[in-house]
């Protein structure tokens, strides 16, 4: 069966330190992966998109990466800070649905 | 960057009555726009998408005319749920496209969402 998966426990990092979120998908063969974030009570904040012809794609202290082989994005922030605290979301693009399909989201708590 | 603006942010409401929700791309023009639902600690499921001047197209197990949508213009589109009931409960999100074609789903823009409360 396809699915899209993200840690559904939250990461608790210390300030300063970098957090890195896992999205693993299988039975997928997306074009594109994109990040999100999501405060609660709130509509997803598109964050970056990367394509399947990239390795890697980086916006200031964000990073992520995306391994077709391995079916996985990572997902960083570098010199995380209590603001970086919320659910952050991947998601993918099904051509055969022709959708973009989420992942339940990981939330982190960046702690002072 | 693009704003979309969603209206109202939270509704209570009782059982068996109707209630809009509407979804406006402020400074841009959405042929596109998507509609989501949300429950607590789960990812967003789509459940139509809304062309301007066409029917929407739903997802299978989204009753039709249970989620009314009309994309009446390029910067407007509404979700009506019809006879809501307490399963109706719900996160409900839009979001829209600045771009068309190939590239529709790419970098959306979402509302701050509606939180549906059917009593």
């Known amino acids: 069966s396809q699915k899209i998966e993200q840690n559904s426990e939250a990461l608790n990092i210390q300030e300063g330190k970098t957090a890195t979120l896992t999205c693993n998908y299988t039975?997928?063969?997306?074009?594109?992966l994109q990040w999100y974030r999501q405060d609660p009570g709130r509509g997803p904040v598109f964050l970056l998109l990367?394509?399947?012809?990239?390795k890697e794609k980086r916006k200031e202290r964000l990073k992520v990466t995306f391994d077709t082989t391995l079916k996985q994005s990572l997902f960083h922030i570098t010199a995380s800070q209590p603001a970086d605290s919320a659910t952050y979301l991947c998601?993918?693009?099904?051509?055969?649905?022709?959708?973009?399909?989420f992942g339940a989201g990981t939330r982190l708590a960046v702690h002072p | 960057g693009a704003v979309v603006s969603q209206h109202p942010s939270r509704v209570i409401c009782k059982s068996g009555t109707s209630v809009k929700i509407e979804c406006r791309s402020l400074d841009f023009q959405a042929t596109t726009m998507f509609w989501y639902r949300q429950f607590p600690k789960k990812s967003l499921m789509l459940m139509a998408t809304s062309n301007e001047g066409s029917k929407a197209t739903y997802e299978q197990g989204v009753e039709k005319d249970k989620f009314l949508i009309n994309h009446a213009s390029l910067t407007l589109s509404t979700l009506t749920v019809t006879s809501a009931h307490p399963e109706d409960s719900s996160f409900y999100i839009c979001?829209?496209?600045?771009?068309?074609?190939?590239?529709?789903?790419?970098?959306?823009?979402f509302g701050s969402g509606t939180q549906l409360s059917v009593l």
């Open positions: 039975n997928y063969s997306p074009a594109y």
């Open positions: 990367i394509r399947e012809n990239e």
């Open positions: 998601a993918l693009f099904s051509g055969g649905y022709n959708k973009l399909i």
């Open positions: 979001s829209a496209s600045r771009t068309g074609g190939r590239k529709t789903n790419e970098k959306l823009f």
